[in-house]
T-cell receptor, first 116, second 113 residues
Framework: EAGVAQSPRYKIIEKRQSVAFWCNPI?????LYWYQQILGQGPKLLIQ????????DSQLPKDRFSAERLKGVDSTLKIQPAKLEDSAVYLC??????????????FGPGTRLTVL | AQSVTQLGSHVSVSEGALVLLRCNYS??????LFWYVQYPNQGLQLLLK??????LVKGINGFEAEFKKSETSFHLTKPSAHMSDAAEYFC???????????FGGGTRLMVKP
């Protein structure tokens, strides 16, 4: 079974530029998550989708971050414009069963963003 | 509100020694608790989870954790460390009142030969 795929693996940009990350979850998984992991910290949830609808985006900085999951499969996360403090690893995860809080989340390898 | 605190950002053990990684939680309702492991340049992988069934939970790679409500703890243990256990370990909590998995700050485990 293929895992969660993410691209690119690494990205370096200058502040005020824009950047986009892509995630393809495990086939058939209804729920998709985007996390931000700053160096030395645990992952923090940015947004959660169930199929193509947003379940929780309370921690997404909506003035600069946006995400979509068209057709309920893959997803993109965009930052525009980027700030220095956005330097982090952006992790995508997916889980199979909708509305099941204890369902295992499967994580991709992440995209490491460096903002100069 | 819910949160987890992992005591010790770095833990070093000798190969063959007991591994003990500490996690304490705070939750206003009964929690579900998880331990994830992250190897360098990889995503997180689930080690084990507590979902209100047995309080002693066995996971992959010989790890286990015990849910202790009186101590609000969910410490991770392994009887004998292997070099391959060197990684970062994250404790996480979710409760039935919400759908957000909240992670601790992580503990980096180093295993000395």
């Amino acid at each position: 079974e293929a895992g969660v795929a993410q691209s690119p693996r690494y990205k370096i940009i200058e502040k005020r530029q824009s950047v986009a990350f892509w995630c393809n979850p495990i086939s058939g998984h209804a729920t998709l998550y985007w996390y931000q992991q700053i160096l030395g910290q645990g992952p923090k949830l940015l947004i959660q989708f169930q199929n193509n609808g947003v379940v929780d985006d309370s921690q997404l900085p909506k003035d600069r971050f946006s995400a979509e999951r068209l057709k309920g499969v893959d997803s993109t996360l965009k930052i525009q414009p980027a700030k220095l403090e956005d330097s982090a690893v952006y992790l995508c995860a997916s889980s199979l069963i909708p509305d099941q809080h204890t369902d295992t989340q499967y994580f991709g390898p992440g995209t490491r963003l460096t903002v100069l | 509100a819910q949160s987890v605190t992992q005591l010790g950002s770095h833990v070093s053990v000798s190969e063959g020694a007991l591994v003990l990684l500490r996690c304490n939680y705070s939750s206003s309702v009964p929690p579900y608790l998880f331990w994830y492991v992250q190897y360098p340049n990889q995503g997180l992988q689930l080690l084990l989870k507590y979902t209100s069934a047995a309080t002693l939970v066995k996971g992959i790679n010989g790890f286990e954790a015990e849910f202790k409500k009186s101590e609000t703890s969910f410490h991770l243990t392994k009887p004998s460390a292997h070099m391959s256990d060197a990684a970062e370990y994250f404790c996480a909590v979710i409760n039935n009142a919400g759908n957000m998995l909240t992670f601790g700050g992580g503990t980096r485990l180093m295993v000395k030969p």
